[in-house]
């Protein structure tokens, strides 16, 4: 039975080149050639059009990161009522992992280290019971007081002296508790420390 046409052009195969370690594959850019339409002389441009959308959402990044806080700093509660057990302490990794990325990608590129440090001491202690309550608060405490106190000219410089020192302290510790099996942590290896590498 012969199919009807359908007005579209019939995908072409691959051109294929084979060396001897590798392909080389060329598909056929028609089919996208012809979806790409041409801008008319008045149309908006269209990274013109992208920045305004992006500058009519940057006065809400601010409230997202603090909805981030809210919930790294409720994770953190329930921790100290209830210590610390897998529930909660995937919750407080989520928290932290989200201010790790929104950090950045909202405007609070100097918070994401202290965020990561705390991923790393959730992440990588073999037994979480050892982790210390208040290593964990120095870490929530320091994240919310960057996201805070973000306004401030020198908050680079707050930023990095607080991580500097938390991310000291949790490597030492993840070093001492991965003791018995030093390589993993080397596979697992941190950011440096050196302040104009975080931001």
Not at 31 to 59: C, F, H, N, T
Not at 118 to 136: A, K, T
Request: aromatic fraction near 4%.
């Amino acid at each position: 039975m012969v199919e009807p046409k359908t007005g579209k052009p019939e995908p072409t195969t691959p051109e294929v080149v084979t060396y001897d370690d590798h392909q080389v594959i060329t598909p056929d850019h028609e089919p996208l050639r012809q979806a790409v339409v041409p801008a008319k002389p008045l149309d908006p441009d269209p990274v013109e059009r992208a920045e305004q959308a992006l500058s009519r959402l940057e006065g809400k990044f601010a409230t997202w990161m603090n909805d981030d806080c809210k919930k790294l700093d409720g994770a953190r509660n329930e921790i100290k009522s209830a210590g610390l057990n897998e529930k909660n302490r995937q919750a407080l990794f989520r928290a932290a992992d989200d201010i790790k990325g929104n950090g950045r990608t909202l405007g609070f590129p100097e918070v994401a280290p202290a965020a990561d440090s705390l991923c790393r001491l959730l992440e990588h202690s073999p037994d979480i019971e050892r982790i210390s309550l208040p290593l964990i608060e120095q870490h929530v405490d320091a994240i919310r007081a960057i996201v805070r106190e973000h306004g401030r000219h020198d908050i680079k410089t707050i930023a990095t002296v607080l991580t500097t020192k938390l991310r000291q302290v949790t490597e030492e510790f993840l070093v001492h508790e991965n003791r018995h099996r030093p390589d993993y942590l080397q596979a697992t290896a941190s950011p440096p420390l050196a302040p104009g590498e975080f931001f």
